[in-house]
Structures are given as C-alpha cells and as structure tokens.
C-alpha cells in the first residue's frame, strides 16, 4: 500500500480511538468536560484534513481537480491582501449590512403583523411565496436596480433574511401559553406590557433560530449575488474569476475563508443566544 495511504489509515483509527475514549468519558470537572467537547470536533477536523493531504498525495491527484490543504494553505498565506479585500468588500459590507438591515425590517413588521389579523392573513403567505424564490433569479433584478457595487448584494441579502426573520418572529409571538395570557390579563397588563414581559421573551428562542439561519443564507446570498455583477472584489467576483483561470488553490482559499467567517458569525449568534434565553430548558440543558 502506498505510504501516505497507509498512514492515512493508520492516523483515522488513532485518532477515532481517541475521540470515542473522550465521548464515553464523564468528567466531573466542567473545565476538563468543556475542554474535552471542544477536542472532539477539533481532532475530527484535523483528521479529515490529514486524509484529504494523503489521498490526494497518495492517488496523485491533480491540483487542478482537488489540491491539497497543504497547497491551499500556502495559497492563503501568500494572498492575504487579496482575500482581506474581498472579505472587507462581501462580508464586511454586504453581508454584515444587508443582515442587519433585513432581520431588522424582518422584525418590526412582524410586531406590526401581530398588531393586525388583514395582514397576519395576507402578507404572510406572500413572505413564504418570496422567500421560495432562488437567489439566481433574484439577483440579477438587484444588480440592474441598484447597481454593480456592494449595494446590490446588500439588497439580496436583505431580501433572503427578511422573510425567515418574519415568520419565525410571528410564530414565537403566538408561544405563550393561553394560561399565560390569561394571567397578565388579570394583572390588568395592556397590549405593549404583554408585549414585552411574556410574548416578546417567548418568542425568543424562535427569533433567534432565525438569526442562526440568517447568518448563513446571509453570507451564500452575498456569494451568489456577485456572480452575476460586482466591481473586481469580493467573494465571488475571485471565485468565479480564478475558476475561469484554472487557479483552484484560489478558489479553495476563498472558500476556506467564507466558512471560517461563517462558522465565527454562527458561533456569535449563538453565543447571544445562551446569553439571552438562559432560561430556556434547551440552554439550561446543554450548559456544562
């Protein structure tokens, strides 16, 4: 057997040995437990990385069709300047802006839907018309509307995070328990009292999921938008650039960076999540 296929082997059962010796194992301590949880999904990774390095070293596959981290990794390092300019231009600009301006909007008109029957009855269905739509399609209106530059991702990313943002805010605002309701009535609680001091903290947890699934539709929504026009920076505008030239180690260094900010802007998001709903029994149950 070839040598880096046979290490490739050998390093998966160690480290699968080592990964289930530490998931069978119940530390008293949170300190070691927490470490012990966050080692798990790290030697997973690293593995998958040292089997992607040996098969493709092992099988002699071309750079061209899958390189390896290695390559990828001195792409990245050698393209700094160029991959914190498109990071600054599509993640930075468009995707923090247009994810701000659209869970935003997303919740204020769904405090305004709660307000109104005609339109609980009438927007919603038109939100889950608009949020079916593909990206590729939608982009393309945007770049004609508002332009080439950053403004047009920004207006897709809006339109992609409007809509989860509004049906899971209305969903959240109707889980309180009638039982619930019943009380603050007879606390003599007016509309905006309720709003805030049992609705708004029930519903939570479903405002948040939506800003956890936002944060990824808001960076793929940005991505695909500066396919079909931007200026010569961004995400997109690289990766489909350096396809067309044949430099794959490029295309993988974009994407590298894309799931690293990602996976930072998700673990953000949840981050405040536990922070906000600590009392919710899903958080209370996970903490360590």
């Known amino acids: 057997m070839n040598g880096y296929l046979l290490f490739a082997v050998i390093f998966?059962?160690?480290?699968?040995?080592?990964?289930?010796?530490?998931?069978?194992?119940?530390?008293?301590?949170?300190a070691l437990r927490r470490v012990a949880n966050t080692a798990v999904p790290l030697i997973f990774g690293v593995?998958?990385?040292?089997?992607?390095e040996c098969v493709v070293r092992g099988f002699s596959i071309p750079s061209i069709l899958l390189p390896a981290p290695s390559m990828i990794w001195t792409r990245l390092i050698n393209s700094i300047p160029t991959l914190w300019a498109d990071f600054r231009q599509t993640f930075l600009k468009s995707v923090l802006t247009g994810y701000v301006l659209g869970c935003g909007l997303g919740f204020i008109v769904a405090i305004l839907v709660d307000r109104s029957p005609f339109l609980q009855k009438g927007l919603l269905p038109i939100g889950n018309f608009v949020s079916a739509l593909p990206v590729v399609?939608?982009?393309?209106?945007?770049?004609m509307w508002f332009g080439f530059d950053w403004q047009s991702k920004v207006a897709v990313v809006v339109i992609m995070t409007f809509f989860p943002m509004l049906v899971n805010t209305?969903?959240?605002?109707?889980?309180?328990?009638?039982?619930?309701?019943?009380?603050?009535?007879?606390y003599a609680a007016n509309w905006w009292q309720t709003l805030t001091k049992l609705r708004l903290p029930a519903a939570w947890p479903f405002i948040f999921n939506a800003l956890k699934i936002n944060s990824t539709l808001a960076l793929i929504?940005?991505?695909?938008?500066?396919?079909?026009?931007t200026p010569i920076v961004g995400m997109g505008f690289r990766i489909s650039t350096e396809v067309g030239r044949s430099n794959v180690d490029m295309v993988w260094a974009e994407i590298a960076v894309a799931a690293l900010a990602g996976s930072i802007f998700y673990g953000v998001?949840?981050?405040?999540?536990?922070?906000?709903?600590?009392?919710?029994?899903?958080?209370?149950?996970?903490?360590?």
């Open 170 to 186: 209305v969903q959240g605002l109707g889980a309180a328990s009638h039982m619930e309701s019943d009380l603050m009535r007879t």
């Open 47 to 52: 593995t998958l990385l040292v089997i992607w």
């Open 137 to 143: 399609g939608v982009a393309p209106i945007m770049v």
């Open 12 to 30: 998966w059962l160690a480290t699968w040995g080592v990964n289930e010796w530490l998931v069978r194992q119940h530390f008293a301590n949170p």
């Open 269 to 288: 998001v949840a981050l405040a999540e536990r922070a906000v709903t600590f009392w919710h029994p899903s958080v209370r149950g996970g903490q360590a």
């Open 221 to 229: 929504g940005a991505i695909v938008a500066e396919f079909f026009g």
